[in-house]
């Protein structure tokens, strides 16, 4: 379990305040008030690149706690563009992976064959088809079965007659659906190891509210022997949320 994270200096939404985790969160809020930082920083130990993009990363004190059963501490702070971490008293430019995240991220439109969900896990397609294979199984959701054929895939979809095969560009709320189970799978699989947080930031927000309800209902029963953490502006029924710890973070005055 990740225990909570306390920002000292960064954001002025964020700033001074610590963050208490449970397995199931909720983050929401006004716009510009840290959500989707809080984010990058619980992600900022396994994607360095992604945490030195910021230009936030200025000036920046926070400390991320967990059990894996032991306690332990990861310190990241930057000033003038230099990231450093410090693992339980240990310092440096980057530390050995503490923790695993699963970021799913919107995919590319442009291009939108189930093959380029890969890209938007950061994995190769090979990763992907395989975890693929694995998700009917594992998750018990839209995703009913997957036939590999010639090592491409074949979705089948439980709102589909038709299966979506590995060069046909489903619809954005099917690609969603695809991209999240895959999600889940990878963060139970990465579970088996380690500490895992499974991080989505908004994507839930793209579906259909009806669809994003049975999306959180899906995470709620799956999430097994990992976190998850889910930044999103949408209004859940009292009968979802209750299985969710609540962050509303307000936008910092001016």
């Keep these: 379990m990740i225990t909570e994270i306390t920002i000292r200096k960064g954001p002025a939404a964020l700033k001074a305040r610590t963050i208490e985790l449970s397995v199931l969160n909720l983050v929401q809020g006004h716009n510009e008030s840290g959500k989707s930082v809080l984010l990058e920083l619980l992600a900022s130990a396994t994607q360095y690149g992604r945490a030195r993009s910021r230009n936030w990363m200025g000036d920046l004190a926070a400390e991320i706690r967990w059990f894996d059963p032991q306690p ?59 975890i693929l294979a694995e998700v009917p199984s594992r998750v018990r959701g839209e995703v009913q079965d997957v036939e590999i054929v010639g090592g491409r895939p074949i979705v ?32 139970q699989i990465h579970a088996e190891e380690g500490p895992t947080l499974l991080l989505v930031d908004e994507l839930l927000d793209s579906f259909h509210p009806s669809r994003a309800f049975r999306m959180f209902e899906l995470l709620a029963k799956r999430t097994t022997g990992f976190q998850a953490v889910v930044v999103t502006h949408l209004t859940l029924p009292s009968e979802i949320e209750r299985d969710w710890s609540n962050q509303f973070l307000v936008r910092a005055s001016s």
Excluded: N
Aim: net charge negative.
């Design 72 to 130: 332990h501490t990861l310190k990241i702070k930057a000033h003038d563009g230099r990231l450093r971490f410090d693992l339980d008293a240990r310092h440096g430019a980057i530390v050995t992976e503490p923790y695993r995240t699963v970021v799913p991220r919107y995919p590319d439109c442009g291009r939108g064959t189930i093959l380029d969900l890969a890209a938007a896990l950061s994995i190769d397609v090979s990763t992907f088809i395989d």
């Design 156 to 187: 089948h979809l439980a709102s589909l007659r038709q299966p979506i095969k590995s060069d046909d560009s489903p619809c954005a709320s099917q690609a969603l659906d695809i991209l999240l189970e895959v999600a889940i799978a990878m963060a």
